[in-house]
C-alpha cells in the first residue's frame, strides 16, 4: 500500500501557483488587475524576453501599508474579501488572495510600495516562497512589482513556455484587452525597452480602437448603447465592410472581464447574419455591466 503523506507547504504553494500562473502573461494579468483594483489611473508594464526573465508592472494606486506588504503575499491574503456575504457585493477583479503568493512561489519578486499617508515606501524581496528581506525606501505614491525568472525554480514548467517572441505577444494581446476594458486608465506597454503601445486613459473607448486596431477598422465601427435593469452595454460594433475571418475581433467584456461565451458570441453571429457571408465574423468591443439585481 502506498502511505499516505501530507505535503510540505512549499510544494503545496508550487502546485497552487501552477493554478494561477501558468506562463508570464497570467503574472501579467495578476498584477495589473491588482493595481485596477486599487485604483491606479496610470499602469506601466514593462517586459524583457516575453516577460519570462523580466516583468515590472508600476501603478500609481492605493499603495500598501508598511505593515500589510508581508502579509499580501501569504495565501488567501486579500484586503477584499471579508466574509463570504462579500462574495455577493464584490466589485474588484481578484478576490482569491492568490496571486502574490502563487507568483513568489515561481519567481524572484521585488515590489516597491508607497500609500499616500505614508512619508516613506516599502521594499520588500521574496524568491521562491523565501522572505529575502524588508527595507524602507524613499518611493512615489503607488506599487512597482519585479517579477525575475519565472519558473526559475521549476523547471519541469519552464519547459512548457514557448519562445520569447510568442510569449511577448501573449502579453501584447492581454494589454490591448485591458486597455480596452478600461478606457479611463492610461496603459503603457514597453517590450524590450521599446514602446509598443500607450493609451491616454481620457476614457474615449474609440481612441482606444485607433490606436490598437488602426485608422481603416476606427473609421468602420458603430456606436452602440442600451442600458435595462439588468444590464447595460457600452461600446462600438464594426460595420460588415470591416468583418474579420475569424472570432478574434468578438471582443465583450462583463464587469471589466475580458470573456469568452458561447452563448453570447452566438447572440452577436445571429444578429449580425443578414449582413455578413459565411465564414465572416464581426468586430466588436462592448463593454457589458451587469447590475447587482441582474447578476444575482
Ligand atoms: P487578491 O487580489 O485576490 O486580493 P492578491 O494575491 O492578488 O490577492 O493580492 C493580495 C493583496 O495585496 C490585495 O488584496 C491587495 O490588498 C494587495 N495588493 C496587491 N497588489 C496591489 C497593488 N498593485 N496596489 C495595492 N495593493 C495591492
Ligand atoms: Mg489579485
Known amino acids: ?20 500562473v ?6 501579467v494579468k495578476e498584477l495589473v488587475e491588482n493595481a ?49 456575504e462579500d462574495l455577493l457585493t464584490i466589485s474588484s477583479l481578484g478576490f482569491r488572495g492568490e496571486a502574490l503568493s502563487s507568483i513568489a512561489a515561481v519567481a524572484q519578486v521585488e515590489v516597491i510600495t508607497k500609500t499616500a499617508s505614508e512619508l516613506t515606501g516599502t521594499k520588500y524581496r521574496i524568491e521562491g516562497s523565501k522572505e529575502i528581506g524588508q527595507e524602507e525606501i524613499g518611493a512615489p505614491e503607488g506599487t512597482t512589482f519585479l517579477v525575475r525568472n519565472l519558473f526559475y525554480n521549476t523547471p519541469a514548467r519552464h519547459k512548457f513556455l514557448k519562445s520569447a517572441q510568442t510569449e511577448a505577444s501573449y502579453i501584447s494581446t ?11 486608465i492610461s496603459f503603457q506597454l514597453i517590450v524590450n525597452n521599446q514602446p509598443k503601445l500607450h493609451t491616454n486613459g481620457n476614457t474615449k473607448l474609440k481612441d482606444i480602437i485607433y490606436h490598437i486596431f488602426g485608422r ?26 470591416i468583418a474579420r475571418g475569424n472570432r478574434n475581433f468578438e471582443i465583450y467584456f462583463i464587469n471589466g472581464r475580458y ?11 445571429d444578429a ?9 465574423y ?4 462592448c463593454i457589458c455591466r451587469w447590475t447587482a439585481n441582474g447578476w444575482m
Not at 216 to 235: E, K, Y
Open 216 to 241: 481603416d477598422i476606427a473609421a468602420g465601427v458603430l456606436p452602440v448603447r442600451a442600458q435595462c435593469d439588468l444590464f447595460s452595454i457600452d461600446g462600438y460594433i464594426g460595420k460588415p465592410i
Open 282 to 285: 464581426p468586430f466588436t468591443v
Open 272 to 280: 449580425y447574419k443578414p449582413y455578413l457571408m459565411k465564414h465572416q
Open 174 to 184: 492581454l494589454v490591448e484587452r485591458l486597455a480596452l476594458s478600461h478606457p479611463d
Open 36 to 84: 485596477v483594483d486599487a485604483k491606479a489611473t496610470a499602469i506601466t508594464i514593462e517586459i524583457k524576453d516575453g516577460g519570462i526573465s523580466f516583468i515590472r508592472i508600476t501603478d500609481n494606486g492605493q499603495g500598501i501599508p508598511k505593515e500589510e506588504v508581508q502579509k499580501a503575499f501569504l495565501r488567501h491574503a486579500t484586503s477584499k474579501l471579508k466574509k463570504i
Open 22 to 27: 501558468e506562463r508570464p502573461s497570467s503574472v
Open 1 to 20: 500500500m502506498p502511505q499516505i503523506e501530507v505535503l510540505d507547504e512549499k510544494t503545496i504553494d508550487r502546485i497552487a501557483a501552477g493554478e494561477v
Open 259 to 269: 470573456i469568452k461565451s458561447t452563448l453570447l458570441t452566438k447572440c452577436i453571429e
